[in-house]
């Protein structure tokens, strides 16, 4: 059943190409994302349980909800004809010393902390501290710093397009890797690649072959940091099973532990944002964990693909009402950066990542507040900037 679905991805991914010929159009990136991860589900060897339950559906109603409607949206959203603005050159300066400061700063701190309580393990102390599923090993209260992570995210954005100078670019791209590497996440990796690579490629400085160089060097980081994560375990980690770990074992989990409306409250996964802001204020219920649960399959995972919270709060008719919605969104905002408003490519890139991600988990809605972060810190250098039709370049 799964290599049907893959065989519809194959499809959606040569009809999207053929209406979009751009592989970063939503339509082509999509699908062909699930194409890979399928794929390496059967080439790269593991020892996961057999893909047989409810997943092929739902990523097959997934899939034509998401580019359908890509598609139609993406026909229908004329091209902006506004005025540019420049983003202000101060904030961005603003932007790039905080990251530069404050990056350092908090990686130090983890570093130190990790180091004096756990020093024979304390890789494995970071990522401990970094998904939070032993309350005697929390992070240091960093107070305001703690939105630092995501401005150097976007400040990475601003330096790869508005920034010559190749010491900036430079130092902003290694506080990014940094971030990624004190809270040892491979998807903090991921992010930083993928964003580097859809910018590079769209100002010309990468080609396909620069991606795939890029990916293999992940792969190789993927398996070491393994090897780091865990510690004095005495187990033993090979490269296929680190691989297949971390790409494809989401699939199984989502196929053998997800339950259909098993959510307790109404939409309590994909409205999580809104409990988190009312339950202080005694308006609902209590939000649910961020993380999900470890299950076995038979390795242990806590991934369960894009799918996952439409899917346990309103079951696969949620996973095609909400693929319709995803679907219109990225294939409206796709449309819009084309037009080379810099604000509405940054905006889009920072959307494309988390679909490219898709495979691990859902990343939008999920973590609501980390993307509104995202946008905010985004539109603000344009707000505060000025019309005009000429894009400068930073020294």
Known sequence: MLLMVMLLAVLLTALGWYVARDIFAPCVAGPGIWVAIIAMYYVV???????????????????????????????????????????????????????????????FMLLWKAFTEEPETMFRYL???????????????????????GLAYVTLLFVVLYFKNKWVIGLVVFMNFLTAFVTMAKISFLTVLFTLMYLGYRRGIFKLKHMVYALCIFLILCFFMQVAREGDSGEQVGIASSLSLYTTSAMVCFDYYA?????????EHVLRFFYAIGHPLGLCAEPVNVLSEFVYVPDMANTYTILYPFYIDFGNVGVFIFSLFYG??????????????KMLMIIYTIFFVLLMLEFFAELVFSNLSMTIQYVIFAILPFIIGKERNDIAILK
């Open 45 to 107: 060897p593991n020892d996961f349980f057999p893909i047989c339950h409810d997943f092929p559906l739902s990523l097959s109603l997934w899939l034509v909800g998401f580019v359908v409607a890509s598609m139609w949206a993406a026909w229908k959203t004329p091209l902006s004809t506004s005025a540019q603005r420049e983003p202000n050159r101060m904030v961005l300066r603003v932007y790039v010393a905080i990251t530069l400061t404050a990056v350092p700063l908090m990686s």
């Open 127 to 149: 990522r401990v501290m970094a998904v939070g599923f032993d309350d005697n090993i929390q992070p240091p209260n960093f107070g305001p710093l703690v939105y630092a992570t």
């Open 259 to 267: 339950v259909p409306d098993s959510a307790i409250n109404f939409g």
């Open 328 to 341: 219109a969104f990225y294939g409206f905002l796709y449309k819009k950066s084309q037009s080379g408003n």
